[in-house]
């Protein structure tokens, strides 16, 4: 089964040639079988049925050991020098084509903390170890985890184009919505009006199951990642909708908060317009000073303080994550330093990352909460917005 554009596949391959010439690694060797590589729908935009190994070379000439039912599916890439079947025993045709390589450094998709750099199971990991000896595995092994972060972080130019419309897609449907909901409706009811605009423009949820709906959360009832509920919105009702939106398999993240009005209001009381702007503040404030050679943790503690300066607990959650293939993306996360320390807020901000941004006012016992999220890429002058920024609390009448 296919996955992916064929033009990304390429570039990413590309950018995994150069990644491994600067590394001194030779070879980086995928073994997936039933999908168990998240890195395989990237780097190789096929799904194995039955055991595959992908040997990625440095000098360009990639070659394949697969099964004769998935043969055709990498043969029709054009991605590989050589496309070998293997057919009674897998062991010796694997041990055959890694000897006639004369691997010296092979990278493997091994890594304790990230889960998209973790695709060799252990079970493919003690074969390979049995196949080859464990002394010779011992011997060229490394972690392909830093290669993979940024090819999987740093975007090409066809994965922009894929990502912008995301963005532009899902900027669309919020605004349809919003044109939609009114008091009265349950979440639910909120929710399955998004269901309604993907359908209607051949689009899915980045996140969870195709036609899921959104977060969407009535503050009053309880704010957390949960699914819409039967709760009827109320005029008074802050409600925040988290929103990922899948095209092309490439995805957008950005979450709007939206107002009831009471009948005789106007506009928003004072304390839920102020918590707005708040958290406003705190995302264009972390988009306005965050730059290439950063670290994560530096820029989570931009919004941070913003958020705590005002008056607010801290934020619970990270200022920001990547975003591309998943809502999630891994690599770099603008998140605090804790005990035990984690490498991926450690990770320094490179151009062509795509972050999500999401400094959030988050209180108890039925406090205004607001949560606002807008996506941006990083460019050599700074972070460009790709999202319509919400800056103005949208007010929906009784």
Same mark, same amino acid.
């Given at each position: 089964?296919q996955?992916g554009?064929?033009?990304?596949?390429?570039?990413?391959?590309?950018?995994?040639?150069?990644?491994?010439?600067?590394?001194?690694?030779?070879?980086?060797?995928?073994?997936?079988?039933?999908?168990?590589?998240?890195?395989?729908?990237?780097?190789?935009?096929?799904?194995?049925?039955?055991?595959?190994?992908?040997?990625?070379?440095?000098?360009?000439?990639?070659?394949?050991?697969?099964?004769?039912?998935d043969?055709?599916?990498?043969?029709?890439?054009?991605?590989?020098?050589?496309?070998?079947q293997?057919?009674?025993?897998?062991?010796?045709?694997?041990?055959?084509?890694?000897?006639?390589?004369?691997?010296?450094?092979?990278?493997?998709?091994?890594?304790?903390?990230d889960?998209?750099c973790?695709?060799?199971?252990?079970?493919l990991?003690?074969?390979?170890?049995?196949?080859?000896?464990?002394?010779?595995?011992?011997?060229?092994?490394?972690?392909?985890?830093?290669?993979?972060?940024?090819?999987?972080?740093? =975007?090409?130019?066809?994965?922009? =184009?894929?990502i912008?419309?995301?963005?532009?897609?899902?900027?669309e449907?919020y605004?349809?919505?919003?044109?939609?909901?009114?008091?009265?409706?349950?979440?639910?009811?909120?929710?399955?009006?998004?269901?309604?605009?993907?359908?209607?423009?051949?689009?899915?949820?980045?996140?969870?199951?195709?036609?899921?709906?959104?977060?969407?959360?009535?503050?009053?009832?309880?704010?957390?990642?949960?699914?819409?509920?039967?709760?009827?919105?109320?005029?008074?009702?802050?409600?925040?909708?988290?929103?990922?939106?899948?095209?092309?398999?490439?995805?957008?993240?950005?979450?709007?908060?939206?107002?009831?009005?009471?009948?005789?209001?106007?506009?928003?009381?004072?304390?839920?317009?102020?918590?707005?702007?708040?958290?406003?503040?705190?995302?264009?404030?972390?988009?306005?000073?965050? =730059?290439?050679?950063?670290?994560?943790?530096?820029?989570?503690?931009?919004?941070?303080?913003?958020?705590?300066?005002?008056?607010?607990?801290?934020?619970?959650?990270?200022?920001?994550?990547?975003?591309?293939?998943?809502?999630?993306?891994?690599?770099?996360?603008?998140?605090p330093v =804790?005990?035990?320390?984690?490498?991926?807020?450690?990770g320094?901000?490179?151009?062509?990352?795509?972050?999500?941004?999401?400094?959030?006012?988050?209180?108890?016992?039925?406090?205004?909460c607001?949560?606002?999220e807008e996506?941006?890429?990083?460019?050599?002058?700074g972070?460009?917005?790709?999202?319509?920024?919400?800056?103005?609390?949208?007010?929906?009448?009784?």
């Amino acid at each position: 089964m296919q996955l992916g554009d064929s033009m990304i596949t390429q570039e990413k391959l590309a950018q995994a040639v150069q990644l491994m010439q600067e590394n001194n690694i030779d070879t980086w060797l995928i073994l997936t079988r039933e999908g168990t590589d998240p890195s395989s729908p990237l780097l190789i935009s096929v799904r194995s049925v039955h055991l595959a190994a992908v040997f990625i070379r440095s000098n360009g000439e990639h070659v394949v050991l697969t099964s004769a039912s998935d043969y055709g599916s990498y043969k029709d890439t054009g991605l590989f020098s050589e496309v070998r079947q293997y057919e009674a025993s897998v062991d010796e045709a694997f041990l055959e084509l890694y000897n006639e390589l004369d691997i010296q450094k092979m990278a493997l998709n091994i890594s304790e903390s990230d889960h998209l750099c973790d695709g060799l199971t252990a079970g493919l990991y003690q074969w390979l170890s049995e196949v080859i000896g464990e002394e010779t595995l011992t011997d060229v092994e490394v972690s392909s985890e830093p290669m993979l972060k940024q090819i999987r972080s740093k =975007k090409s130019p066809e994965e922009m =184009k894929l990502i912008k419309q995301a963005v532009h897609l899902t900027d669309e449907v919020y605004a349809a919505v919003f044109k939609q909901v009114k008091a009265g409706m349950t979440e639910i009811e909120m929710g399955q009006l998004f269901v309604k605009e993907m359908k209607a423009r051949g689009v899915s949820n980045g996140l969870g199951n195709a036609f899921d709906p959104p977060m969407v959360c009535a503050v009053s009832h309880g704010l957390s990642h949960r699914k819409p509920s039967d709760y009827v919105v109320k005029p008074g009702d802050i409600v925040i909708f988290d929103f990922s939106l899948k095209y092309k398999n490439y995805v957008s993240d950005i979450a709007r908060t939206i107002y009831f009005l009471k009948p005789d209001e106007e506009e928003a009381p004072k304390d839920v317009e102020r918590a707005f702007q708040t958290a406003v503040k705190a995302i264009h404030t972390t988009i306005e000073q965050m =730059k290439p050679g950063m670290k994560g943790h530096e820029v989570d503690s931009i919004g941070r303080k913003v958020i705590e300066e005002a008056g607010y607990p801290t934020i619970k959650h990270s200022v920001g994550h990547q975003v591309g293939r998943d809502t999630h993306d891994g690599g770099t996360i603008l998140g605090p330093v =804790k005990t035990p320390r984690r490498p991926e807020v450690e990770g320094v901000l490179q151009v062509g990352e795509v972050y999500a941004i999401e400094p959030t006012v988050i209180q108890d016992d039925g406090l205004p909460c607001i949560l606002v999220e807008e996506n941006v890429v990083l460019t050599e002058e700074g972070a460009e917005i790709l999202s319509q920024s919400q800056k103005e609390l949208v007010l929906i009448p009784s």
